[in-house]
């Protein structure tokens, strides 16, 4: 491969490559593997190592600006954006490498995901810890996570109301005694809290 240009774009830390030959593709230096970039510019010609490694590394790109287009949209989190680029037919190996780059950069993140979802998520149900965080978990956020980030929606958000409002929904439906209990434990609430609320 010979290079017949190389300069940075508008979006920060990607350059476009155009070869005398063939099309014309993005890279960034983080997916640069075996290729010193500073070597790189018009008129230079790469060995096929090279010129493979930089094929790479504008496959990765191209992987990373289909994850930005998810991120737009909303937050996602690492194992559902995995999911929906492999359904795209991307390789593993971009994915990964693209995906670690921006939760470096700070445009992924599992935590802001599980904040926003959460939030979501508490317009329609009343749920307590238990299952919010085993909810997430299921999502592919790691328990960790999931704690942090239910720990912080309980700073904010208090359990014994939804519990209660859950257990006025629950009435509705003709719950009572031990079919009642049950329902709330199985929205996640603890027994202890589900026993102070009937009780009150």
């Not at 010193?36 to 490694?53: H, I, K, R």
């Not at 942090?148 to 409002?165: H, S, T």
Request: with cysteine; hydrophobic share 35%.
């Amino acid at each position: 491969m010979i290079i017949k240009s190389i300069y940075e774009t508008s979006y920060p830390g990607m350059y476009k490559v155009e070869p005398v030959e063939g099309t014309s593709f993005f890279i960034r230096k983080d997916y640069l593997l075996k290729t010193d970039f500073s070597l790189l510019e018009a008129g230079v010609e790469l060995s096929d190592e090279e010129a493979d490694n930089l094929l790479d590394a504008g496959l990765t790109c191209v992987v990373e600006l289909k994850a930005v287009e998810y991120l737009a949209r909303c937050e996602q989190s690492r194992f559902g954006l995995t999911q929906k680029l492999i359904k795209k037919d991307f390789e593993k190996k971009y994915i990964e490498k693209a995906l670690s780059y921006l939760e470096k950069a700070e445009y992924l993140s599992d935590l802001r995901f599980s904040r926003a979802w959460l939030h979501s998520r508490s317009l329609n149900h009343y749920e307590g810890r238990i299952r919010l965080i085993n909810e997430l978990m299921s999502r592919g956020i790691s328990k960790e996570t999931s704690q942090k980030a239910v720990l912080e929606f309980f700073e904010e958000n208090d359990e014994y109301e939804l519990c209660r409002k859950d257990t006025e929904k629950q009435k509705k439906r003709g719950k009572q005694d031990e079919k009642l209990i049950a329902a709330l434990m199985n929205d996640g609430f603890s027994y202890k809290i589900i026993k102070e609320v009937l009780a009150e």
